[in-house]
């Protein structure tokens, strides 16, 4: 369901719930292993088909258990919604193929940008989740904007360089890993960074 994806801010309505962390993970994993399967019988039409109803039914089930939807699925979700519908419309699979790179690019540059202009975004996406001083949300933010870009880059070198069907494993089975993979390198950093939040500090606030 979502391309390099970190946890997001949570639009919520009513009383917060919880949501088990392996139970989110099947729910964005679901939608690309869809992805994969609906391809290998169908071809990437149908696979495109499949892969929009099961986001969106991924994305209403987060809702109705947790009451909340991080703002980055919802994104994505969108872009799927579009691109899909211009591929499956006019036929064309380079615009499920182009959708990652957007989605990625749409992220880093609106984090590399807010820090240019000194509004970093991302103690507003993940203020929630970690508790770091100013210089650490900087670090974290423009590492994660190069990720970003770096994956949007990698999506266009492999879907322009490889057949359909490696194009949708990739999507499937190496997106998350490789996400998963730079979240954990950051922990250095965020144990270097970390500080102890005020009871009536904003969650979502950067730290001074």
């Given amino acids: 369901m979502t391309e390099a994806a970190v946890p ?10 919880t949501m088990h962390p392996l139970l989110k993970f099947v729910l964005e994993m679901g939608p690309l292993v869809i ?27 987060m809702w109705i258990i947790a009451r909340k939807i991080a703002v980055m699925p919802l994104i994505s979700a969108a872009v799927v919604l579009v691109f899909g519908t211009l591929t499956i419309v006019l036929q064309d699979d380079h615009f499920i193929k182009m959708k ?12 590399l940008g807010g820090m240019m ?5 991302l103690p507003y996406v993940l203020g929630d989740v970690f508790h770091i001083d100013a210089e650490g949300w900087r670090k974290l933010t423009i590492r994660w904007g190069i990720f970003f870009i770096a994956m949007a880059v990698l999506n266009e070198v492999v879907w322009r360089s490889v057949s359909t069907d490696t194009w949708v494993a990739f999507k499937t089975f190496g997106y998350l890993p490789i ?19 005020e009871p009536d500090q904003p969650a979502n606030a950067p730290a001074e």
């Fill in 8 to 17: 997001g801010n949570e639009t919520t309505k009513g009383p917060a719930r």
């Fill in 35 to 61: 992805f994969f399967i609906a391809n290998g019988r169908g071809g990437i039409y149908v696979a495109t088909g499949a892969f929009m109803v099961a986001t969106f039914v991924a994305l209403a089930v």
């Fill in 100 to 111: 990652p790179t957007l989605v990625n690019a749409l992220f880093g540059i609106a984090l």
């Fill in 117 to 121: 202009l000194n509004k970093p975004l």
């Fill in 179 to 197: 996400t998963f993979l730079f979240a954990i390198a950051q922990a250095p950093l965020l144990t270097r960074h970390a500080i102890e939040r």
